[in-house]
């Protein structure tokens, strides 16, 4: 199983990013995706996930309303949109695959609910 992070950089507070992940070597319609983020000093942080056919979400606190995750299952990659970036937000962002189809609300953002892992893609957001 490989799971690839593509589309960090660097930006200026209040811009915009799209990181996308491409799975490989399994069956991506089967499972949830999460986003997870780790800033310097910091615990790994979970975000988002998509359930399996990508009609439910979730989000944390500190990026609802700015970030949207996606999917599309025809290409094997699960997208998360950033708007109005924050200083804050800058942190190396992992994707990974859950352990089954399901997001919910009381572990989505548990690193023992995913059982994959990309390498990460770096986010800094400059003030």
């Not at 992070?5 to 209040?14: F, I, N, R, Y």
């Not at 992940?21 to 399994?26: D, I, M, N, R």
């Not at 997870?36 to 975000?47: C, M, Y």
Request: some cysteine; proline content about 2%; glycine content about 12%.
């Amino acid at each position: 199983v490989q799971l690839v992070e593509s589309g960090g950089g660097l930006v200026q507070a209040g811009g915009s990013l799209r990181l996308s992940c491409v799975v490989s070597g399994l069956i991506f319609h089967n499972y949830a995706m999460g986003w997870f983020r780790q800033a310097p000093g910091k615990e790994r942080e979970g975000i988002s996930c998509i359930n399996a056919i990508g009609d439910i979400t979730m989000y944390s606190d500190s990026v609802k309303g700015r970030f949207t995750i996606s999917r599309d299952n025809a290409k094997n990659t699960v997208y998360l949109q950033m708007i109005s970036l924050k200083p804050e937000d800058t942190s190396v962002y992992y994707c990974a695959a859950s352990v089954g189809p399901s997001c919910s609300e009381n572990r989505y953002h548990s690193e023992s609910t995913y059982y994959n892992w990309g390498q990460g893609t770096q986010v800094t957001v400059s003030s």
